[in-house]
């Protein structure tokens, strides 16, 4: 009797432990497949910032200190807004990582802070149309 309880508890301990290696794994697998896509995304990011602007995000750190999006992933943010920021950082400055930091600060604070800077400009333009 007590020999079957043993084996009983052992074939439980056993596979318990067995199933805390499969779930391990698949965390583990999860993880890598996880870090693979925000590679990906990144190097997507970096593609296109590096087409359109000349810049390589690769080893990006902020020049400007104190910003809302500072130590943040630049993957954190809508692409198409962040390339319209850096368009529109332009206007105040040369540098154009200091154009994506400016934009990484506006956009952390309003997601989609660029579709309505564009829209609010195409109305004030339709504005002064209609004044003249």
């Known amino acids: 009797m007590k020999t079957k309880l043993f084996l009983q508890i052992a074939a439980i301990v056993i596979s318990g432990f067995a199933f805390m290696l499969v779930v391990n794994t698949d965390y583990t697998s999860g993880q890598v497949r996880q870090d693979q896509k925000r590679d ?39 692409l198409a807004q962040l390339l319209e920021g850096i368009k529109e950082e332009r206007d105040h400055t040369n540098d154009n990582m200091v154009a994506l930091e400016l934009a990484m600060d506006h956009l952390e604070h309003f997601p989609d802070y660029y579709t309505h800077l564009v829209r609010m400009e195409k109305q004030k333009a339709s504005e002064k149309l209609l004044a003249e």
């Open 40 to 78: 990906n995304k990144f190097e997507v990011y970096r593609e296109a910032i590096k087409y359109l602007y000349q810049i390589d995000i690769a080893n990006f750190k902020d020049k400007i200190s104190g910003g809302l999006a500072d130590g943040k992933p630049i993957t954190n943010y809508d």
